[in-house]
């Protein structure tokens, strides 16, 4: 199965790089500030993590230690599913 | 000698000589036009930039056009009026409803506004949002505010395509009114006057081939807290330079601080020309009276914005 | 080594590799935009363009955009949506009669034509044109043609207020256009495609925030002869590479020659490339089968038209 | 009396430089290679000669060699006067 941080690599690469996986970036660094996501970027990286896991993003989570890089989501993502076990 | 919100005044006169000098060598000599035009809009920054046009080239050489369309703030265009009166500028007004209606400009719009409130309908006005920056650093997340037919507001966060769409037919606007200004220029022989100012201009607060489609732009180095001390120097009707800068986009009224800028101007200019003078943070923050995280997420807000503006400001791109 | 029309030979399967590349990159990594918009005429740069985003992108990242309006050549929107198809890519019709009857486009541009011919209404077309250029060397000086429903035409010399605002008023058209490709384009977050060569951009043969109001242009670079090369190597279909350049903005038919160029271009973009890689005149003379003056006069008004096209690709004038 | 070169120094200077004098050409200059008069000027110049003086200007006559400095307009102006004065 695939992994949550390949997952994310694939929807970044396939939706802001027409697929060209010739652009190297690893799983730390910032996306911002290495030009691959915009603003407009990062909200629809919200919807994709949304609709993907089933969770609700709340406004004040999408900063830019939560979503900034891939292992900064691959963070983000756990603290969400682990919030939900807890609820319910 | 310490940094103060004195760092931000100008000498009106000098600032005028230079400009109007150099708009008359680029508009005659450069671009071969023999005037200008200006879309007026009542507010402080078109306002300015027509005064300025009629020093530069003469009141017979430059054309105010006033572009009022359904969702206009009613009283804009009288202060248009008067104002091409007072410095005795040519003046005509162009409706902006019948374009943008052959556009479907506001259906397609309000169907976006209806996914994110099924209840919006005729009476129901609408507007885009940013919260404010604060301590913490945050992306920028735009909210949709209606307002119902009594009054109430109601607030969301918006999803992408729906905010993609509701921005995409806003911007029907200033495209529409790029295309009448060149109408009225192309027929002169004129020129169109940008009207953005500096935190307009360098941080992308305008529609690409929209209101940053111009020929000149007189004022794009200046801060908006320069545009005011022109605008003293020059004459500009006390009524208009005391009016909240708005956006003219949205039916619900929407300052320029609420949709795109999230900090006061008295307070961002100072922290902008702080961050180009390399002045140490904290001396910053003192002089705005803010705090020194807050000047950081500022300066971030606007680092970012400049970036996306790149795209905004390109020439088209082609190989060679 | 002698030249001729051998020089204008392109690899066309490089030249592709080396365009999609680039416009992948740019529009990705640089716009940070997830798609492509093109409007598409049924013309041949509009169908390359298409082709090639497709290319670029993927068929399912990729919009055109057929934009009819009451003047427009009736198989054009037949020839578009089957390009479309050809190449998988999405395809939607955006009908501009709407936008354009609300800028009163059609009624300015007619009351200048009625003060040349007070005959001209209802039945009537009419289009303006540029004599070709000959043995001595002119000013260009527009003159407009006018056919009477019984199919007569009447040509004069235009008066200036007239030319310019039968040329103003025709420019809604290029810049409806602009905005409407715009509309989807940031509604999708996608990038606009400019889809003029070489000789239109070089030469300014385009609306300034018109068709010249794009993000990237793919075949900027190339002359229109070479364009029908890449046509043919992408496979666009031969209806649409058999058709004669129009300019798609006057009611009457009117090729891109006698509006613009003034010389077919298989004469004029030798003499061009001669310019540009200085060849003799002599021996382009010979390469183009003209004389060794009409060689210097087309030069001639191909720089004139470069000097021009200057203020037309300027990005806005500000002081820093 | 104004002369026809003064005339036609002023209409350039108060249409195409904004009354800007410091601008310096003189009147064998060409207008459109030092870039005081564009395609669209040179139409202006038509007509402000055709008004002025009272004068039909032909197609063919709207040419560099004719319109294109201060000496050639007022050469091409005298062979006009001339051809009129003969032919009424």
């Known amino acids: ?88 | 000698m310490s940094f103060s919100k004195e760092a931000l005044k100008i000498d009106a006169a000098a600032e005028t000589e230079k400009i109007t000098r150099w708009m008359r060598q680029n508009v005659g000599r450069q671009f071969h036009k023999q005037g200008a035009v200006v879309g007026i809009s009542g507010g402080i920054d078109s306002s300015v930039c027509l005064a300025l046009a009629v020093r530069a080239f003469g009141h017979d050489k430059v054309l105010g056009i006033a572009m009022p369309e359904s969702e206009s703030n009613s009283e804009s265009l009288d202060l248009a009026r008067n104002l091409a009166e007072q410095y005795g500028a040519k003046f005509i007004v162009e409706e902006m409803t019948g374009p943008l209606k052959g556009f479907k400009a506001y259906d397609r719009r309000d169907e976006a506004v209806k996914k994110v409130f099924p209840e919006f309908g005729v009476g129901y006005k609408s507007k885009i949002v940013l919260p404010p920056v604060t301590e913490k650093d945050s992306f920028n997340v735009f909210y949709l505010t209606i307002i119902t037919p009594d009054g109430q507001e109601k607030t969301k966060r918006l999803p992408l395509t729906e905010y993609l769409q509701i921005v995409a037919a806003s911007n029907f606007k200033q495209r529409s009114r790029m295309t009448m200004l060149y109408y009225h220029a192309d027929r002169l022989n004129y020129a169109v006057i940008g009207t953005g100012n500096k935190n307009e201009h360098e941080q992308g607060f305008f529609v690409k081939f929209g209101d940053g489609g111009a020929d000149i732009k007189p004022i794009a180095h200046l801060f908006k807290t320069q545009v005011y001390q022109l605008a003293e120097y020059l004459g500009i009707p006390e009524e208009i330079r005391k009016r909240t800068p708005t956006t003219d986009t949205y039916s619900a009224e929407c300052t320029q601080e609420e949709f795109f800028f999230r900090v006061p101007f008295e307070i961002g200019d100072l922290v902008w020309l702080g961050m180009e003078q390399e002045v140490p943070v904290d001396e910053i923050a003192q002089a705005a009276g803010i705090s020194a995280q807050e000047v950081i997420n500022i300066q971030n807000d606007i680092k970012r914005k400049m970036r996306t503006a790149e795209y905004l400001k390109m020439n088209p791109l082609h190989l060679d």
């Not at chain 1, 996986?21 to 949304?50: A, H, P």
Request: glycine content about 4%; aromatic content about 10%.
């Open chain 1, 1 to 88: 199965m695939e992994s949550i941080e390949q997952k994310i690599r694939n929807y970044i690469v396939e939706n802001f790089l027409f697929g060209d996986e010739t652009v190297l970036f690893n799983n730390d660094d910032s996306l911002s500030e290495n030009g691959i996501i915009d603003s407009t970027g990062i909200l629809g990286l919200v919807n994709f993590l949304e609709n993907e896991y089933q969770i609700s993003i709340k406004n004040e989570e999408i900063v830019p230690e939560n979503l900034d890089s891939i292992n900064k989501i691959v963070r983000f993502l756990k603290t969400k599913f682990e919030s939900m076990t807890i609820a319910s």
